[in-house]
């Protein structure tokens, strides 16, 4: 096949074109690198079956050549970068899914959006099914994410049901390891960057928020799987197993042996307090559950932090 991945240079979607790519498939790659790192990319560009395009998805987007999919996966996911690109964030889940269904519907492609737990809000269903029709704030500060995933979400079902189109939608949980910016603001990457360089680990209210974090490898197997024999109907990729933010900033200091403390900060406004899959619909159709345990994908993930700021610490020469 060959596909197009939109956000193809940010953390979610390198690896997806890794995978596709790995598979036999050609990729088509586009970012605008708001949020993209070329780095992520950058082993791709000498590989034939791979295209790059630097380009907005939110404004008019043109691809040369036939395609059997689109992925949208263009988006700021993180609050540090919804927060600093509130309007860019809305449009690309507005404008940007437009467009990339647009794109696939006249290449006759399968439309696959990448969609969020966060359409799930500050949930008052606990696991979360993919029927729960979430509990989330328009108007607060985390609004701009997701309601852009929300109306992502109503516009791509509006092209299934209206043009007949063969779409995909995933709800994607906190997912951390490899190509993870260091200060991307996620749980992960900061619990790991602050221990690394002896910083204390900041937890928002009493870390007793829970969270479920899934390895980018099992993520990406649940994408792929979801791509190729899914249903038009939302799905839930995470990992279930649930942990308090405390337990895991208490696991990184131990994988790290660092000496950082940790301390407390006032929680954000509409922080949810729980996140957890119900992934029945994940394991029945697609025979996937995650493989890769917390203390596994941690202590992976920590070495390529050590990687990523040796690197920046290394002095140039003149």
Not at 171 to 195: E, H, K, L
Not at 242 to 253: H, K
Request: charged share 20%; proline share 6%; net charge neutral.
């Amino acid at each position: 096949m060959r596909v197009l991945i939109t956000g193809a240079a940010g953390f979610l979607g390198s690896n997806l074109c890794d995978r596709f790519l790995a598979d036999g498939h050609s990729v088509v790659g586009l970012d605008n690198f708001l949020t993209g790192n070329p780095e992520n990319i950058a082993h791709l560009m000498g590989e034939k079956r791979f295209e790059f395009i630097e380009h907005n998805i939110s404004t008019f987007t043109y691809v040369a050549g036939p395609l059997d999919g689109v992925l949208h996966f263009a988006s700021p996911a993180s609050p540090v970068d919804y927060l600093e690109y509130p309007i860019a964030t809305l449009k690309v889940g507005a404008h940007g899914t437009h467009n990339a269904l647009g794109v696939a519907k006249a290449k006759n492609a399968r439309f696959f959006l990448a969609s969020t737990s966060e359409v799930y809000g500050d949930p008052l269903e606990h696991p979360q099914t993919e029927k729960y029709w979430g509990n989330v704030n328009p108007v607060g500060p985390r609004g701009c994410y997701d309601e852009a995933k929300r109306f992502a979400e109503a516009m791509t079902m509006a092209y299934h049901r209206h043009h007949k189109m063969d779409t995909r939608i995933i709800r994607i949980f906190n997912t951390y390891g490899p190509r993870m910016r260091p200060n991307d603001g996620r749980v992960v990457s900061n619990f790991i960057v602050q221990a690394l360089t002896n910083e204390p680990l900041t937890i928002y209210g009493d870390g007793s928020q829970t969270r479920s974090f899934c390895y980018v490898s099992d993520e990406v197997e649940g994408i792929y799987r979801l791509f190729m024999r899914g249903d038009s109907n939302p799905m839930n990729i995470g990992n279930p197993n649930e942990f308090t933010v405390r337990q895991l900033a208490e696991l990184v200091i131990e994988l790290t042996g660092t000496k950082s403390q940790i301390v407390r900060r006032e929680l954000p406004v509409d922080d949810p307090k729980v996140r957890q899959p119900d992934i029945t619909r994940a394991r029945e159709m697609l025979g996937w559950e995650p493989a890769i345990s917390l203390r596994e994908g941690v202590t992976k993930t920590i070495e390529y932090f050590r990687s990523v700021l040796a690197k920046q610490t290394v002095p140039t020469r003149a």
